[in-house]
């Protein structure tokens, strides 16, 4: 099936860091999505973006959806320790809704306080 | 409160042995899906279903079973697990297979000796 390459695979920052993580995609994408998953939990959805060159910002994170269609990328400022967890991106393929959405790999994101 | 619920949170079975990890939410969405989580594979979808009575086999649909005779329940049935199954899996749910954000469950630890 279709993948995303999400980098890095980790990340350990100590508090108040920013923090950036992206993801690239040979395949074109109608709309990229990003989640957080915290231990023992499902993934929570942070940032939908639909249009390519749209810049979003939810609080600290701020995400955009590539000119080309096919990357994203997530930032966090000034991280705290409670942003500690996984974060996913993930990619819908146009037309075809949630069934094709494709996931990268995750990016674990440690805290040293 | 609107969430997708899934039991059991942790199972240890043996291979063979038939199991069901079901799902339900009460959001009266009408697309649902399974995925299972692997270190350094991300979310791969298992099965999913956009409506009562309509399924179809997501990324990785090999011994896996699903039904949907309800809106609500969407449950996974391992007919025979092997231990290549351990894995933790996320039940997800969303209004449409469109642009609607998907909404997880959190998650059940499948462990197969």
């Known amino acids: 099936g279709q993948q995303l390459n999400q980098s890095p695979q980790s990340m350990f920052i100590q508090e108040g860091e920013d923090v950036s993580m992206n993801c690239t995609s040979s395949?074109?994408?109608?709309?990229w999505l990003w989640y957080k998953q915290d231990p023992g939990e499902g993934p929570v959805l942070l940032i939908a973006l639909y249009k390519a060159g749209e810049l979003t910002s939810n609080g600290r994170l701020t995400a955009q959806f590539g000119i080309t269609r096919k990357d994203s990328f997530l930032n966090i400022s000034a991280s705290i320790p409670s942003d500690v967890g996984i974060y996913f991106c993930a990619g819908q393929l146009g037309g075809q809704g949630a069934q094709k959405l494709v996931f990268g790999q995750g990016t674990r994101l440690t805290i040293n306080p | 409160e609107a969430q997708v619920t899934q039991n059991p949170r942790y199972l240890i079975t043996v291979t063979g042995k038939k199991l069901t990890v079901t799902c339900s939410q009460n959001m009266n969405h009408e697309y649902m899906s399974w995925y299972r989580q692997d270190p350094g594979l991300g979310l791969r979808q298992i099965y999913y279903s956009m409506n009562v009575e309509v399924t179809d086999k997501g990324d990785v649909p090999e011994g896996y079973k699903v039904s949907r005779k309800e809106k609500r329940n969407f449950p996974l049935i391992l007919e025979s697990p092997s231990p290549n199954q351990t894995s933790l899996y996320f039940c997800a749910s969303s209004w449409d297979r469109f642009n609607s954000p998907l909404h997880f469950g959190n998650g059940t630890r499948l462990t197969v000796t």
């Open positions: 395949s074109i994408f109608n709309t």
